[in-house]
């Protein structure tokens, strides 16, 4: 992969009935077939809707992803689901370890690095979800704490001494998740180069090209084109915005 291609992401939390999912996604559908843009789309919308969106996804270019998996194949876990099972409704990729599932569901960044180790191995792209509290970020901890969650969400990698350039990394400042905080685009630019330098020194120059490291947090319709102006944001991974047709589109098409 020579350039990295703007991925825009769309993760539907707990949110939309199945009816509205279906309905959300053929609008996104029909604006991709209407509009020339080679971006790359994904949505992970809840398990319950993933059915019905892979076929009202039809032949549009939207990618489709699960919100959180086990990393286990199959087994006795109460209430979880595998990559097998994402992949068998039609996902493609996985977002893990989302700060949601850190903090609320104490899934640590061990948790973290079974699920993408997991992930790899039946081929569903992760997109591994990092980020600092507020209280992180005004201790001036914040770039030992992302190296921290990257060091431990990834030590399956580091084993290996292999990232492979495929994976998706996304920063999300929890101080700025549906809050309407957005980061600054430099504050956004200044971690994701960070990362990117953190990707070189441990794997080298190759992933540290190709790897693409999204946005997230407050991402929307007036903040996307100076967000993805930023030489090292690759994409985002957009919450509440991406619920709106009338948001989520703009968005995609952002700067046409
Ligand atoms: P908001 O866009 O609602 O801030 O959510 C961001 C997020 O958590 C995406 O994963």
Redesign the pocket.
């Known amino acids: 992969m020579e350039e990295r291609k703007p991925l825009i992401?769309g993760?539907w939390?707990m949110n939309l009935d199945i009816g509205d999912a279906v309905n959300l996604v053929r609008s996104i559908g029909a604006s991709l077939a209407a509009g020339g843009t080679d971006r790359e789309v994904l949505i992970?919308p809840p398990f319950t809707s993933l059915q019905a969106v892979k076929e009202a996804i039809g032949d549009s270019r939207i990618f489709l992803a699960g919100q959180n998996m086990h990393w286990e194949m199959k087994g006795a876990y109460t209430g979880e689901i595998s990559g097998r099972m994402l992949q068998q409704v039609g996902c493609t990729h996985v977002?893990l370890g989302?700060?949601?599932r850190r903090t609320l569901f104490r899934e640590t960044s061990n948790m973290v690095d079974l699920k993408v180790k997991s992930a790899v191995l039946l081929g569903l792209i992760p997109i591994v979800?990092i980020g600092e509290s507020l209280e992180e970020r005004e201790s001036d901890r914040t770039f030992a704490v992302l190296e921290d969650q990257l060091n431990a969400s990834l030590q399956n990698f580091r084993a290996d001494e292999l990232m492979p350039g495929s994976t998706i990394l996304?920063y999300?400042p929890i101080w700025?998740?549906?809050?309407?905080k957005?980061a600054t685009p430099e504050q956004a630019q200044e971690v994701h180069a960070f990362i990117r330098e953190w990707i070189e020194k441990t794997f080298g120059q190759v992933p540290a090209r190709e790897v693409r490291i999204l946005y997230?947090?407050?991402?929307?319709p007036s903040n996307i084109e100076e967000l993805m102006s930023m030489p090292d944001i690759d994409g985002v991974?957009?919450?509440?915005?991406?619920l709106k047709a009338d948001q989520f589109i703009p968005i995609i098409h952002y700067g046409t």
């Open positions: 992401a993760n939390k992970a977002i989302h700060s949601e979800c996304a999300e700025a998740i549906g809050t309407g957005t997230g947090g407050s991402v929307k991974l957009v919450g509440g915005a991406s």
